[in-house]
T-cell receptor, first 113, second 115 residues
Framework: TQLLEQSPQFLSIQEGENLTVYCNSS?????LQWYRQEPGEGPVLLVT?????EVKKLKRLTFQFGDARKDSSLHITAAQPGDTGLYLC?????????????FGKGTLLTVNP | NAGVMQNPRHLVRRRGQEARLRCSPM?????VYWYRQLPEEGLKFMVY????????ESGMPKERFSAEFPKEGPSILRIQQVVRGDSAAYFC?????????????FGQGTRLTVV
């Protein structure tokens, strides 16, 4: 069974601070996706990283895919209350299927004003 | 273009009743995926369907659960004789092609509570 471990599980910070959340696995994925989920809603895709070592930036969010395509990180600069939510990573292409997403349990981020 | 529509948003069932969850994919999408999210757990893959075909149901419990995606109408996830452990959020996603090649979009989910 493939697992994606996310850390930390919970994170509470003040507005303006920087933070990094991690997504680690012992398995290799063809790509890795980051989602943000708000209470009572479905996951919304933020980014897909495909190439080992790839770095993608989305405004104040920076996503990195590990060289071996087993791990990833999400860095948020100058966090804002609107960044509050559950951040999920999901690996694609595990177990021989290219359509099944394996999700981590998520990091619940709270940004206090 | 409307997104993935799931209904109902909330569903309460007594133990032993049946639950029927509906998912209308985005327009033009013929690939549908169902995931279950238990409290404090990640989303778990249940089943992958294309029109009139079940492609992969490896994540579905062997008993009481079934899914379909008919030629016309929404995809249905059916849970018979529900038990308290079925309480969870059930999410549907759809994609234009196989999700490994094109982006899958998630619906808002159906929150099932079994009392």
């Amino acid at each position: 069974t493939q697992l994606l471990e996310q850390s930390p599980q919970f994170l509470s910070i003040q507005e303006g601070e920087n933070l990094t959340v991690y997504c680690n696995s012992s398995s290799v994925f063809s790509s890795l996706q980051w989602y943000r989920q708000e209470p009572g809603e479905g996951p919304v895709l933020l980014v897909t990283v495909v190439t080992g070592g790839e770095v993608k930036k989305l405004k104040r969010l920076t996503f990195q895919f590990g060289d071996a395509r087993k791990d990833s990180s999400l860095h948020i600069t100058a966090a804002q209350p609107g960044d509050t939510g559950l951040y999920l990573c999901a690996g694609e292409g595990g177990g021989g299927s290219n359509y099944k997403l394996t999700f981590g349990k998520g990091t619940l981020l709270t940004v206090n004003p | 273009n409307a997104g993935v529509m799931q209904n109902p948003r909330h569903l309460v069932r007594r133990r032993g009743q049946e639950a029927r969850l509906r998912c209308s994919p985005m327009k033009g999408h013929s690939h549908v995926y169902w995931y279950r999210q238990l409290p404090e757990e990640g989303l778990k893959f249940m089943v992958y369907l294309q029109k009139e075909n079940i492609i992969d149901e490896s994540g579905m419990p062997k008993e009481r659960f079934s899914a379909e995606f008919p030629k016309e109408g929404p995809s249905i996830l059916r849970i018979q004789q529900v038990v308290r452990g079925d309480s969870a959020a059930y999410f549907c996603a759809s994609s234009l092609g196989t999700a490994g090649t094109t982006e899958a979009f998630f619906g808002q989910g159906t929150r099932l509570t079994v009392v």
